[in-house]
């Protein structure tokens, strides 16, 4: 059982940035890939990224390649989303989660865990 913490969500304006943690605990966190995802109001949750379990592949949706980056560090059990230029369609409830094995997917279906989420709002 891995239980997920995010953090670091907030109001912020148009071309801000912020920088969402996800703590991890109850299992050793260098055996998961970690993704994050995203649900805005009335949507479906999306995939965002995702990176494998020793941080040397990453992947990305089309919607944020080169605006997003996702870390990770092993030794502190987190994962990270560095979000930059951030526009209004970014705002969403963002959700870290973990897939036991080496790399991750862009299916929500393929994760294990997950963690309550973190409110992203941008405004205009």
């Known amino acids: 059982q891995v239980q997920l913490v995010e953090s670091g969500g907030g109001l912020v304006q148009a071309g801000g940035s912020l920088r969402l943690s996800c703590a991890a605990s109850?299992?050793?966190?260098?055996?998961?890939?970690m993704g994050w995802f995203r649900q805005a109001p009335g949507k479906e949750r999306e995939f965002v990224a995702t990176i494998s379990w020793n941080g040397g592949t990453t992947n990305y949706a089309d919607s944020v390649k080169g605006r997003f980056t996702i870390s990770r560090d092993n030794a502190k059990n987190t994962v990270y989303l560095q979000m930059n230029s951030l526009k209004p369609e970014d705002t969403a409830v963002y959700y870290c989660?973990?897939?036991?094995?080496?790399?991750?997917?862009?299916?929500?279906?393929?994760?294990?865990?997950w963690g309550q989420g973190t409110q992203v709002t941008v405004s205009s």
């Open positions: 109850g299992h050793p966190f260098s055996v998961y890939a």
């Open positions: 989660a973990a897939r036991r094995g080496v790399y991750g997917g862009t299916g929500s279906q393929m994760y294990d865990y």
